[in-house]
């Protein structure tokens, strides 16, 4: 899976080495971000730290704040643009003339957040998203197709000249190309690999018969590689995809500061293996709550501090995600492979208090999902304000499947609100709509609507 080696099987012991080796990458990446006086080296002296030898542990490391989050990442960009006329915020580290390539999130918010690569930093980025490019069975010399987004995004052009540095040939249409033109390309290409969202997925397989006269299953992909939204950790959705594709789908993360993760296949889902323990810590886990550290053991839950261990432009530094992770160390139970997986299971901005009861807007989703073919799979969470607290009942918005019947439409969503009380112990309001009526989208899926 990657090139880090420890000679044991035991999970304490993996994790304790592990913490070992980062450890001696962050005494040189401390001195490094301790360079930056604009930025890292005030969060050192705000979190009371007047040098870099007061780090004397991974301990130590492990207590302090989080340095950087979206908020923070924004108001930093925001300042260095006024400062020194470039976006690319105060915790840049590196020269700006070192800087080689841009990647952005999507800026849903009206202001992106740009990650900067050096060389070095694009260097180490392909060899992690190479090894996640050969764990999906992907080789050098096949044909793949690119349908995320390509407007900056991190899975879209970085993911795109990866898979040119492995030796791959990327389509990159891009999700910006649309339904239509993703499936003549395909038809023409027939590449093996596929790189989509879920949601992307999900269009494939409705419009296929209508925009091209074939199934997704006429296709011949053999291999699809998702991010960027919930769906390859819910079953319902792994069985629909594979057997509408007939193909093997991989749930991925990557791209950013040196991250990469990997589902392994299987009839359940078991996580995604890390693949840059080499190069990152991804899954320093905080309480959500009191942010103090929470014991890195099998089955811990809590919110990820991502540190890369080697970045040089401006560096995940106990950067704050909002990912919710659980963590599993141990032996893979499908593939075997021991070392650690993570399962994204929410965001900590999107966690819902319901009347105490606390729920994350992935678990509705998953437990909609096991309706289907009689629900599409679509939902939407709409509340009156942001979350967290939300007055019950819980309202659902739940698209019916293409083939259900309007009459069965309150007999389905009395089942669905029962299911969500059963598993969730929340009171949901579910509103079945026609299938076709919520938006589609080829990049991210937002599940919660403030109306």
């Known amino acids: 899976m990657h090139d880090f080696r420890v000679d044991t099987r035991d999970p304490q012991e993996y994790i304790a080495i592990l913490g070992k080796r980062r450890f001696e990458k962050l005494k040189r990446q401390i001195v490094y971000v301790w360079g930056n006086e604009d930025y890292y080296r005030q969060c050192f002296l705000k979190a009371g730290v007047t040098s870099p030898e007061d780090i004397r542990s991974l301990d130590d490391f492990r207590r302090l704040p989080a340095f950087l989050d979206k908020t923070s990442h924004r108001a930093s960009q925001e300042e260095s643009l006024r400062r020194y006329n470039h976006p690319f915020g105060l915790h840049l580290t590196a020269p700006l003339e070192k800087v080689v390539h841009i990647a952005a999130t ?18 180490i980025t392909n ?14 010399g096949d044909t793949t197709f690119h349908a995320f987004g390509l407007s900056l995004w991190l ?12 030796g791959a040939r990327p389509i990159a249409v891009g999700a910006e190309g649309g339904i239509p033109k993703i499936l003549r390309y395909i038809e023409f290409t027939r590449p093996k690999a596929l ?17 091209i006269g074939k199934s997704a299953g006429d296709l011949g992909i053999g291999i699809l590689v998702c991010t960027g939204e919930p769906g390859v950790g819910i079953k319902a959705f792994r069985d629909r995809v594979t057997e509408a594709f007939g ?17 392994c296949g299987g009839a359940e889902y078991h996580g995604m293996h890390h693949l840059g323990e080499d190069y990152v810590f991804r899954y320093d886990l905080v309480d959500p709550e009191t942010k103090l550290p929470i014991d890195i053991t099998d089955g811990a839950v809590g919110e990820a501090i991502h540190t890369a261990l080697e970045y040089e432009a401006a560096p995940a530094f106990r950067s704050a995600t909002g990912d919710i992770l659980r963590i599993h160390v141990g032996e893979c139970p499908h593939c075997g492979h021991f070392g650690t997986r993570m399962a994204i299971i929410g965001r900590a901005d999107d966690l819902l208090n319901v009347k105490g009861a606390k729920v994350y807007p992935a678990a509705v989703q998953e437990v909609v ?22 007055d019950p009942p819980l309202k659902v918005v739940v698209e019916a499947g293409e083939g259900l019947a309007p009459h069965r439409w309150a007999e389905i ?16 309001q579910i509103t079945m709509v026609p299938f076709g009526s919520l938006p589609r989208t080829g990049g991210k899926t937002k599940l919660i609507e403030i109306v």
């Open 155 to 166: 899975a879209g052009i970085t993911y795109v000249q990866a898979l040119e540095a492995y």
């Open 195 to 211: 790189f989509a969202t879920p949601s992307l997925l999900t269009q494939i397989i409705e419009r296929a018969p209508y925009e």
């Open 106 to 123: 999507s800026g849903t918010t009206g202001q992106p957040t740009f990650y900067a690569f050096t060389r070095k930093d694009q260097e």
């Open 369 to 390: 999902a096991g309706f289907q073919p009689e629900v599409s799979g679509q939902i939407r969470i709409r509340l009156n304000g942001p979350p967290p607290r939300v």
């Open 127 to 140: 060899i992690i998203l190479g090894r996640l490019f050969a764990a999906a069975g992907i080789q050098p």
């Open 247 to 263: 193909a093997q789908v991989y749930d991925v993360t990557g791209g950013a500061w040196h991250n990469g993760t990997i589902s």
């Open 413 to 428: 969503a009395r089942q669905i609100e029962q299911r969500i009380r059963d598993i969730l112990a929340i009171r949901p």
